[in-house]
């Protein structure tokens, strides 16, 4: 039951981000959604961050003696270090003009609400309650899609950002409410995410390279050449958050499964095919949205489709190339750990130099084709790492 709660859990919490995509586009113009795509890529990188010195550190804990503490003072810190940076945020870019500026501004603002919400989610975990975090998550699916559809089309970013923010609001007083008597009378120590020997650290160091590199140049793109590069790559790959959901669900429960077995081969095996029918499950969905004509197109996406529909060939080959990348990362997560940081050093680098070669020769188009010759490489070098194991445990 737990097992199945969480695996909700996460759908509920990817399904919402999405949704949330696909309204945004659908009540923006295309440059409007360039816009609210760039905001949500800085959020994404926040979140990320967060999510990684937070909650990663925080679900370790788990079934521990401090659990109850470490939970209340992981809420405590990620308030107060919210707080402080979104009010950094917002007092920079209040007076900056320009939407961008603009949407930033008020992500600053509701960036303590929003962040807040999601440790709580691990909270839940960390308590092994997923079916608390899952109720939590469904508040907050019911109240963000609502609250931004009902919004009049070519809506400000920057009151798309609001409401989008302030309705996860209800979640984040669900679960208090829901948290509140597991931790009545524990003391909070948010400072023990600033001392020295936090695993936070370590795992926000790995994100940074593997995740938030490309993330950032994405919005390097928006910034500093074509804000409308970001709502397409954005729309196209909103489209296919289905398959991030099976990568995440692959990542968080192959290494207890794979272990079940404790033969070298039968394990990588495993893997393999699991790359091979997440890559052709890829390889059919773009087919499917590709397929799709313009009117139920622009249903989806609103005026972005038109330019996020060239882009999904190259979209869906790197969503292929991806899943045999992560199903390389996840058979040396159970061989060797520690491998795994320096592949995600040097192929983030040489995915940031996709993405930005590729735009300088082909614009947007070159720049998803980047990204897809990054994730390829990344792939390719992760699997060797893994024959290489192979052939020294033999």
């Not at 759908?11 to 995509?21: D, Y």
Request: aromatic share 6%; net charge positive.
């Amino acid at each position: 039951m737990a097992i199945v709660c969480s695996v909700a859990d996460q759908g509920v919490a990817a399904l919402t981000n999405i949704l949330v995509l696909v309204v945004a586009a659908r009540l923006s113009t295309a440059a409007g959604f360039s816009v609210f795509s760039l905001v949500y890529a800085v959020f994404t990188v926040l979140l990320g961050l967060s999510v990684s010195y937070v909650g990663q550190a925080l679900v370790l804990e788990s079934g521990g003696p401090d659990v109850r503490g470490a939970c209340r003072s992981a809420v405590v810190f990620t308030a107060g270090a919210s707080a402080a940076v979104g009010a950094a945020m917002g007092a920079a870019l209040s007076f900056v003009p320009g939407g961008t500026a603009g949407g930033l501004a008020v992500l600053g603002l509701v960036l303590p609400v929003v962040l807040t919400q999601d440790t709580l989610r691990y909270c839940f975990s960390a308590l092994r309650l997923p079916h608390h975090a899952l109720a939590a998550d469904l508040v907050r699916l019911a109240a963000a899609v609502p609250a931004l559809a009902v919004q009049p089309y070519g809506s400000d970013p920057a009151r798309l950002v609001a409401v989008w923010g302030l309705s996860a609001l209800p979640a984040v007083l669900t679960a208090v409410a829901l948290l509140r008597p597991r931790l009545r009378g524990v003391p909070a120590d948010p400072w023990r995410y600033l001392r020295r020997g936090h695993l936070g650290r370590r795992f926000a160091a790995e994100f940074a390279v593997g995740n938030a590199s490309s993330q950032l140049a994405i919005v390097g793109l928006g910034l500093f050449a074509s804000p409308l590069a970001v709502g397409a790559l954005r729309g196209a790959t909103t489209l296919f958050g289905p398959m991030n959901v099976l990568f995440n669900a692959a990542t968080g429960f192959g290494p207890p499964l794979l272990n079940r077995s404790p033969v070298l081969g039968r394990q990588i095996r495993a893997t393999l095919a699991l790359a091979a029918a997440l890559a052709m499950l890829a390889a059919a969905w773009a087919a499917v949205l590709y397929g799709l004509p313009g009117r139920l197109g622009r249903q989806l996406l609103g005026a972005t489709w038109e330019s996020a529909a060239e882009l999904l060939p190259a979209t869906g080959s790197q969503y292929a190339a991806m899943a045999a990348g992560t199903c390389a990362l996840l058979t040396l997560r159970v061989l060797s750990p520690r491998t795994t940081l320096p592949l995600q050093v040097v192929f983030s680098l040489v995915s940031v130099g996709c993405l930005l070669g590729g735009y300088a020769v082909g614009g947007v188009l070159g720049a998803a084709w980047g990204m897809c010759v990054g994730s390829a490489l990344k792939g390719c070098a992760a699997w060797l790492r893994v024959a290489v194991l192979a052939v020294a445990r033999r």
